[in-house]
């Protein structure tokens, strides 16, 4: 069983559409997050998410927004896609000592 | 403030050779070490953490790095490098903190390339 799963693994659309990307994990972690990985790999974590609290990068606009049904899901909701929001975007979550699960990523283009 | 450098952007070797990927860190308070390893087109995987236990940890695919606390260095190591090791590699550091919500701060990566 995959421990975090995320869909799609590759988003194509233009520019101005809204998109979602779904992230479910079956580790039974407390804490999820959203990251995204730019074309020279840089990794940015753009959120942290548990059952208590829900962490914000100030850096991320506010176009971006997640949204979690339940403690094993953590989606995150694009809306007016831009030019610049094409990267990977990671799931992960994690266990008491930070280290982190993630999924396999989701490949976005802007066109 | 956390930060976390690696030294190097590409770091070439010889199939068979050592490789060591260099990681320091800079923390308040005893931190949590991470490598993450990450292969063409996919998700980044755990290849070791450090967790205030022993300062050298094993890890898988025969890494292994080593906690020193006077340098603030966690360096990645192998004793010979093999073809399928070319990747790009993460340094990671968290806090201990009294809550689940931990964060990662990351280092900006290593690409580590592999010559026949």
């Known amino acids: 069983d995959t421990a975090v799963s995320q869909t799609p693994k590759y988003l194509v659309t233009q520019m101005g559409n809204d998109k979602s990307i779904k992230c479910e994990q079956n580790l039974g972690h407390d804490t999820m997050y959203w990251y995204k990985q730019d074309s020279k790999k840089f990794l940015k974590i753009m959120f942290s998410y548990n059952n208590k609290e829900l962490i914000i990068n100030e850096t991320v606009p506010n176009r971006f927004s997640p949204k979690s049904p339940d403690k094993a899901h953590l989606n995150l909701h694009i809306n007016s896609l831009e030019l610049g929001d094409s990267a990977v975007y990671f799931c992960a979550s994690s266990q008491t000592d930070g280290g982190s699960f993630f999924g396999q990523g989701t490949r976005l283009t802007v066109v | 403030a956390q930060s976390v450098t690696q030294l190097g952007s590409h770091v070439s070797v010889s199939e068979g050779a050592l490789v060591l990927l260099r990681c320091n860190y800079s923390?308040?308070?005893?931190?949590?070490l991470f490598w993450y390893v990450q292969y063409p087109n996919q998700g980044l995987q755990l290849l070791l953490k450090y967790t205030s236990a022993a300062t050298l940890v094993k890890g898988i695919n025969g890494f292994e790095a080593e906690f020193k606390k006077s340098e603030t260095s966690f360096h990645l190591t192998k004793p010979s490098a093999h073809m399928s090791d070319a990747a790009e590699y993460f340094c990671a550091v968290s806090e201990d903190q009294l809550d689940s919500n931990y964060q990662l701060i990351w280092g900006a990566g290593t690409k580590l390339i592999i010559k026949p």
């Open positions: 923390s308040s308070v005893p931190p949590y």
